[in-house]
């Protein structure tokens, strides 16, 4: 059995690793079963890159299928503009940059990397308010971080008690099931 895991629930795992479980549970349904409103704004944002309509230009990449065979990963970027080298991924609101949307940027990275594109500038991308939040691409210490991640969503058991952030919790979509 394949164990290559979504890079779109890496950002999950790290809000809650249980969650992940849940999604698997839900992914069959109609999303307007399980989706937030906050969801639902979000997905319509991000429509122009997923149907490859944010950009006539050649030079970039958008909605594109990247994979990883060294970390078993898989998934799609948002944009890359292979002229500049610049990835970025979008996210409807940008409050805060969670360990999360690095985790999930410097997946894309890694995979664009090893699928041989030059990637040297990486970024978060706030639709809602225009704003970029440019990032270091991974260094050495980044890629043990991320690795150490990967180890994390591997080797998590869903039938073990989960910790809770009440935060967390009262903002999740599947919090009716965990109660």
Request: charged content about 30%; some cysteine; overall charge neutral.
């Given at each position: 059995m394949q ?12 809000f ?6 849940l999604?698997?549970i ?6 307007k079963?399980y989706?937030?409103s906050?969801?639902t704004?979000?997905k319509?944002k991000?429509?122009s ?5 944010y ?5 970039i ?8 065979e060294?970390?078993r ?16 991924e979008?996210?409807n609101?940008?409050a805060?940059?969670y ?9 894309q990275?890694?995979?664009?990397t090893?699928?041989g ?8 991308y706030s ?6 939040y440019?990032l ?17 969503i591997?080797?998590?058991?869903p039938?073990m008690?989960?910790s809770?952030?009440?935060?967390k919790?009262?903002?999740?979509i ?6």
């Amino acid at each position: 059995m394949q164990d290559f895991i979504q890079i779109s629930k890496i950002n999950d795992f790290i809000f809650c690793p249980f969650s992940i479980y849940l999604h698997g549970i839900y992914e069959n349904f109609s999303e307007k079963t399980y989706h937030s409103s906050y969801q639902t704004r979000g997905k319509i944002k991000h429509e122009s890159v997923d149907t490859s309509k944010y950009s006539t230009s050649k030079d970039i990449l958008q909605g594109t299928e990247i994979y990883s065979e060294k970390y078993r990963l898989t998934g799609k970027i948002d944009t890359f503009d292979a002229e500049k080298g610049r990835l970025v991924e979008r996210k409807n609101k940008i409050a805060m940059i969670y360990d999360g949307y690095r985790y999930q940027l410097w997946a894309q990275y890694f995979c664009l990397t090893e699928m041989g594109y030059d990637v040297r500038e990486i970024a978060l991308y706030s639709i809602s308010d225009n704003k970029s939040y440019p990032l270091p691409v991974p260094d050495k210490a980044a890629r043990e971080e991320f690795e150490a991640v990967l180890a994390r969503i591997r080797d998590f058991d869903p039938r073990m008690p989960a910790s809770k952030n009440p935060q967390k919790c009262e903002k999740c979509i599947y919090n009716n099931l965990c109660n």
